[in-house]
């Protein structure tokens, strides 16, 4: 598996890449202007399928509504030329009552079961205060609920509380990698003063990855 790493100017929050022979995943979603994203993933003919966050900050969910949609314009271009008419790579319901799309899209959102909250509430993602505007997922975007445990080949799903009440690390066993979002930052920093932060639990998170970095695993943090 390679990683290729996105991110919209130093110290902000990244976004991964990861490919593999089988599947393509982002891991986080804060790029903004994702035209390289996408272009990335055009060049490359490659097709995402699962878009795994870490927690549910904005800085890391920020975009999902607008990557996916963007995502499927392109997914339907290139359809089109492979199939000589469109055909969409989402598979989309009609709209509901309220006038809102309904789809069952096949790029899905992994997040924690503690964390799916913040997809839905600015005040838990903070984009409420820190941000020009409220987001909200889309209600017609799949999501799915990662436990602790979870196999998403080739990544282990760790829970790491203590950032956020819901936070994760993805292990990749094979190539000696983990993808840790917030739980850890660069130079061995951490924070809990955001909402759900625990102090307690984040030294326990981070007693639990100090024994993988003994075994000469890389760290892809979430800035």
């Not at 983990?178 to 130079?187: A, R």
Request: net charge negative; aromatic share 18%; proline share 3%.
């Amino acid at each position: 598996m390679q990683t290729q790493t996105f991110i919209l100017w130093p110290g902000q929050s990244k976004s991964y890449l990861a490919e593999s022979n089988l599947w393509n995943y982002i891991i986080d979603l804060w790029w903004e202007d994702f035209d390289e994203l996408l272009n990335y993933i055009q060049k490359n003919n490659l097709e995402i399928t699962w878009i795994i966050i870490t927690h549910g900050h904005y800085d890391h969910i920020l975009w999902l509504n607008k990557f996916i949609l963007s995502y499927e314009e392109l997914s339907q271009k290139r359809h089109s030329a492979y199939n000589g008419e469109l055909a969409c790579i989402f598979d989309l319901r009609p709209l509901d009552s309220r006038g809102s799309q309904k789809s069952l899209n096949k790029c899905k959102v992994f997040i924690s079961a503690w964390d799916k909250d913040f997809l839905y509430d600015p005040g838990l993602n903070l984009s409420k205060f820190w941000w020009d505007g409220e987001f909200v997922l889309d209600k017609w975007i799949e999501v799915w609920i990662l436990e602790n445990g979870s196999k998403i080949w080739p990544f282990e799903v760790k829970f790491t509380p203590g950032h956020t009440r819901g936070s994760i690390c993805l292990f990749d066993h094979e190539n000696r990698n983990i993808f840790t979002g917030d739980t850890l930052f660069p130079n061995w920093e951490w924070r809990t003063d955001l909402s759900t932060g625990d102090d307690a639990l984040i030294v326990r998170s981070i007693f639990e990855l100090s024994k993988y970095l003994k075994k000469w695993y890389k760290i892809f943090a979430g800035h």
